[in-house]
């Protein structure tokens, strides 16, 4: 029986679309990898980003900034509150909610993974020249802006 990687239609092989989604697969295994390294995942560095650089949120909050759904927010964030990186105090001005905050280890950590993240774009973007690595940048946040608006 041969096992070897299914081969996919040549045309595709210049098709921007399939380009940047087997792009994308391979960007997010090299993140899963690297964030394993921290047994933390991707939500995990999203909201102690966020955290870090905009300062406490209550938990809706925290889920509309970071694109995360609600029930996903809840558990990493308790996942995150259990290992001491974030911590809950009730809202002052709102006791039925909780704002989130992170914690000096939050913080550290959250800039450990920030240096997996820079390893891993280095790494996916080997082949590219500093000037290629903007131009795409630019071009992919074109097209994002563009199709977020619709």
């Known amino acids: 029986m041969d096992h070897a990687a299914p081969q996919s239609p040549a045309g595709l092989h210049t098709t921007p679309s399939w380009l940047l989604n087997q792009t994308a697969s391979h960007a997010a295994r090299l993140l899963s990898e690297g964030f394993a390294a921290h047994d933390l995942r991707g939500y995990h560095y999203r909201l102690l980003a966020t955290l870090t650089e905009d300062g406490p949120a209550s938990q809706a909050d925290l889920g509309r900034r970071c694109g995360i759904d609600r029930s996903d927010v809840v558990a990493t964030i308790n996942d995150l509150a259990g290992r001491g990186l974030v911590v809950r105090t009730p ?9 989130i905050s992170v914690t000096d280890a939050g913080a550290d950590e959250g800039r ?12 996916l973007l080997a082949p590219l020249s500093t000037d290629e690595r903007e131009q795409l940048t ?7 802006r563009h199709h977020s608006r619709h």
């Open 91 to 99: 809202d002052p001005a709102d006791r039925r909610r909780n704002v």
């Open 138 to 144: 630019r071009l992919l946040t074109r097209l994002l």
């Open 112 to 123: 450990r993974m920030g240096t997996t993240v820079e390893r891993v774009q280095a790494d």
